[in-house]
Structure formats: C-alpha cells, structure tokens
C-alpha cells in the first residue's frame, strides 16, 4: 500500500512570510503533482515535477521533488493572502494507469 | 472553452432518494474520473472512465453507479442516497496517461438527511 503523508496538516501565517509545506513517502514515484484547492472551488494543477532532484518555479512558489523521488516539497516566498488554499500533492499509483494517490493536503491561510 | 462543468452546484436529498449528478469537459479529454472531498480524508476516487465506453471502480465505488455517455460526459448516480453519502464530488478529466495531469470541475456539495 502506498502512504502519502503531507505536513503540517495546517498552517497559518502573516503576509509577507516564507513557508515550506511538505509530501512525504515511503514509496519511489515516476513524477508528482502539486494542486492547490481554494474554498468552494475544484483543484487547479500548479506544477508536475518527474526527475529526481527537480526544481521548479512558478513565481514565488517553488516546488522540488526529493532525489530518491520519495519526497517533494512546495516552498512559498513572501506569501500573499491570495496564496490560501489547500496544498495537495498527488503521484501516481503504481498499480494503475489512471489513478492518483491524494494526500490529505496542508491548508494554509495567509493572514493580510 | 468552459472546461469541466459539474451540475447541479448543491442538492439536498433524503434517505432512499435517488439522482444523478452529471458532468461534462471540452477539452477533448480521454479520461474521466468522479471523487468525493470529506473533511481531513482527501480526495477518494468513486469511479473513472479510462476512454469511452469504458468504466472501472475507484476506491469507494459502493452505493454509486456511472455511465460513460459519450466522449464528454460522465454521470455519477446515487440509487439510494444513504446520510454517509453527504460529501463534496467532483468530477475530472484528463488528456492521457502520461504524467495524469487532471483538471476538475466546480463540484457539487451533497447533503443527505
């Protein structure tokens, strides 16, 4: 059985401060998604991260996926409260073609 | 293009009462999938659709049925809405297999009393 683990399960902070939230497990996953999920709406995808020890940036949201591709972390600069949400991460099963394992997400609030 | 469409919005249904909850994507998507959202257990997968004509069993599958109408929709039913059916459901879609990129719908919040 694959175990997603996303911690911390919930954080709040003031504008303008750095978070890092992180997806952990103990399985080794072909690539892994980031969405980000705000009140009354369907995820949205941010990023899809598949080699090991990738980088990726998407304004001032930066994402890595862990070298043994176990892990990967989501780290936020200068948060704006237009930055709350609920922070999922989802790899793939490896079992399935089609399916995603989902964490059960950070929910992050960013207090103006 | 709208991109996934989910209606209704909200829907309060009794105990043994029964709809469907339908959905429908522009984006030419080869697969389609139907999750329920309860509060600190994440997303559970009910049901999915790999191509049309095609549907398997996600996780929690007990209770619902769907059916795959053609390329753009996918349904979900509830035969006889039971009060642990209370939840959020969204609906998905997907282009391919490769990297699993989805991109869901607006949702519909149920309640069963």
């Known amino acids: 059985t694959q175990l997603l683990e996303q911690s911390p399960q919930f954080l709040s902070i003031q504008e303008g401060e750095n978070l890092t939230v992180y997806c952990n497990s103990s399985?080794?996953?072909?690539?892994l998604q980031w969405y980000r999920q705000e009140p009354g709406e369907g995820p949205v995808l941010l990023v899809t991260?598949?080699?090991g020890g990738e980088v990726k940036k998407l304004k001032r949201l930066t994402f890595q996926f862990g070298d043994a591709r176990k892990d990967s972390s989501l780290h936020i600069t200068a948060a704006q409260p237009g930055d709350t949400g609920l922070y999922l991460c989802?790899?793939?099963?490896?079992?399935?073609?089609?399916?995603?394992?989902w964490g059960a997400g950070t929910k992050l609030i960013i207090k103006p | 293009n709208a991109g996934v469409t989910q209606t209704p919005k909200f829907q309060v249904l009794k105990t043994g009462q029964s709809m469907t909850l339908q959905c429908a994507q522009d984006?030419?998507?080869?697969?389609m999938y139907w999750y329920r959202q309860d509060p600190g257990m994440g997303l559970r997968l009910i049901y999915y659709?790999?191509?049309?004509?095609?549907?398997d069993k996600g996780e929690v599958p007990n209770g619902y049925n769907v059916s795959r109408l053609n390329k753009r929709e996918f349904s979900l039913r509830l035969e006889s809405a039971a009060p642990s059916q209370t939840s959020v459901y969204f609906c998905?879609?997907?282009?391919?297999?490769?990297?699993?990129?989805?991109?869901f719908g607006p949702g519909t919040r149920l309640t069963v009393t």
């Open positions: 998905a879609s997907s282009r391919a297999r490769v990297l699993y990129e989805q991109y």
């Open positions: 984006m030419n998507h080869n697969s």
């Open positions: 659709s790999a191509s049309e004509g095609t549907t």
């Open positions: 399985s080794v996953f072909s690539s």
């Open positions: 991260v598949v080699t």
């Open positions: 989802a790899p793939p099963r490896e079992d399935s073609n089609y399916q995603l394992i």
